[in-house]
């Protein structure tokens, strides 16, 4: 054999799967982020008599964010995880996450379509195994949510004649904060109802931005229900709080360190600049007139959706009431959110809550939602989160927003209940209920007569709910504080409809009407 045959031999075997398919771990990339990555072991084993597969073992670590200057006392977090993997096809890799939860997390050849990894290849939690496909392989804690995507989205929905767009702020880094407002600029902003989300304070808490999205998509979608919200509703909605922590690809802090989910009582040489525009901002904005609600948009560990409501004591009875009406109504009919997931803390100074509930007491239900990565409603037989059911989860949360803020459009007619003839109704306001408004009927005896007066806009069959306020301690009951369906109503045009009942069928209770198409 000739030296160059000799040389053209051994360039063969390299390249055949030796020199030039290393495994390699890398993270240069946006929101990209691993700590270490430590090779346990590797070896060779026989998959068939004829073939040996590469069978590799790594401890990797999640990377934590800089030490919280402000905080002094706090650890800092780590969690995100979101990494590429060269050299992998063929062989079987196990990865063991250390320091974050590996349960069912994602993966994607082409760092665009991600897919969960399957049960029988994350049995056993923070251990992933599998052997992979194709050389290249990207692996994340959820489908990364990053400042790239929210560009190419912000630029649609700037297109929207229901949105304006301005940046408020700057981060440490120097990115944009930016703020949208969505209303329908044709109708009379004095009479309108106020919203403020915001999100991604926590970057690493990916699929919040993704429920976020989709709730704005549907706002802008044209329907029936979503134009009747932005005549009568102003949304401003600041989809990135944190850019710098998204972009960087950290998980609870800001580039600082500091975690400005809990900055907001700070003096202000160590309030951090992305919460003094958010600050500046909501001053501003509610000098007129208070927000009525406030969103705060989260994601948790924990396989369940949540709302963090405040309790009375740290606030109000009233209070407590507007915050479980707004959960029982993000409740109702919702297949991921079931009562028993409610969570509750007193309200600190420290939280974006406790700063709005200082400024404007009642007038103003600020709450954090948090929506989880894995599944809902502590049940991992059932749905695990994606796209799919956050986007549903979206319109729900939409329909909830609208009948909290009582809303009322051809598509999700609302109507308030009056007594007819003389009766043994009073009018009580009592917040140890569930219940719209200011008061609601309450009676002790029976054959009460109430009625409502319902314009049905088009020939069809509507169905037809009545609130069923209870008592606000009773939450976890899933038969009070919903919209129950009492019967239905077919028209064949146009018409205005009246509707009767009686105080046996409310159990005593009278309060909001609902009809749906
Ligand atoms: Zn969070």
Redesign the pocket.
């Known amino acids: 054999m000739t030296t160059r045959k000799v040389f053209i031999l051994l360039l063969n075997i390299f390249s055949s799967g030796f020199l030039f398919s290393q495994v390699q771990f890398s993270s240069d990339f946006e929101s990209a982020s691993i700590g270490s990555v430590k090779l346990l072991d590797s070896v060779w084993i026989k998959s068939t008599p004829t073939d040996s597969m590469l069978s590799l073992s790594y401890e990797i670590s999640s990377r934590f964010d800089p030490l919280n200057p402000v905080d002094t006392s706090l650890s800092p977090s780590a969690r995100w995880y979101y990494f590429r993997i060269t050299g992998v096809k063929g062989k079987q890799l196990f990865i063991n996450i250390r320091n974050s939860e590996a349960i069912r997390p994602f993966y994607s050849y082409d760092n665009k379509n991600f897919q969960r990894f399957e049960y029988v290849e994350n049995i056993n939690k923070g251990q992933i195994n599998k052997i992979f496909i194709q050389d290249t392989v990207y692996i994340c804690h959820f489908i990364p949510y990053t400042c790239s995507h929210l560009n190419k989205k912000y630029a649609e929905w700037a297109g929207s004649e229901y949105v304006k767009t301005e940046v408020i702020g700057q981060s440490q880094q120097g990115r944009d904060i930016r703020l949208m407002t969505l209303t329908d600029r044709s109708a009379d902003d004095a009479n309108k109802k106020r919203v403020w989300i915001h999100g991604r304070?926590?970057p690493s808490?990916h699929p919040s931005s993704w429920h976020l999205e989709f709730l704005i998509d549907k706002l802008l979608d044209g329907s029936v229900h979503s134009r009747a919200l932005l005549a009568n509703t102003i949304f401003y909605i600041v989809p990135f709080t944190n850019p710098d922590g998204v972009y960087g690809g950290l998980s609870r802090s800001a580039s600082t360190g500091v975690n400005i989910?809990i900055n907001w009582d700070r003096p202000d040489p160590l309030t951090m600049p992305e919460v003094k525009a958010l600050r500046g901002k909501i001053e501003g904005l509610t000098k007129e007139k208070p927000f009525d609600l406030f969103l705060n948009m989260?994601?948790q560990i924990s396989g369940t959706i949540t709302y963090w409501i405040h309790t009375a004591e740290s606030t109000s009875e009233l209070m407590f009431r507007k915050q479980m009406l707004l959960s029982a109504l993000t409740i109702n009919d919702n297949p991921w959110f079931a009562p028993a997931d409610l969570s509750f803390s007193d309200v600190a100074p420290r939280y974006v809550e406790g700063w709005i509930w200082n400024r404007f007491g009642n007038n103003t239900v600020a709450v954090t939602f948090e929506t989880p990565y894995t599944y809902y409603k502590d049940n991992k037989n059932g749905e695990w989160v994606s796209l799919d059911n956050l986007k549903s989860l979206a319109n729900n949360s939409l329909f909830a927003i609208s009948d909290y803020l009582g809303v009322s459009s051809d598509a999700r007619i609302l109507a308030d209940v009056k007594v007819s003839g003389s009766s043994g109704w009073k009018n009580v306001n009592d917040d140890s209920m569930a219940y719209f408004g200011n008061e609601c009927l309450i009676t002790d005896k029976a054959r009460q007569r109430v009625s409502a007066k319902v314009k049905l806009p088009e020939a069809g069959t509507y169905k037809i709910y009545t609130w069923v306020a209870g008592a606000v301690e009773n939450w976890s009951d899933n038969l009070i504080n919903r919209w129950k369906e009492v019967g239905s109503v077919t028209v064949s045009k146009k018409r205005t409809y009246k509707w009767r009942g009686t105080s046996d069928q409310l159990n005593g209770v009278a309060d909001k009407l609902l009809f749906l198409k």
């Open positions: 304070v926590h808490e989910e989260h994601s």
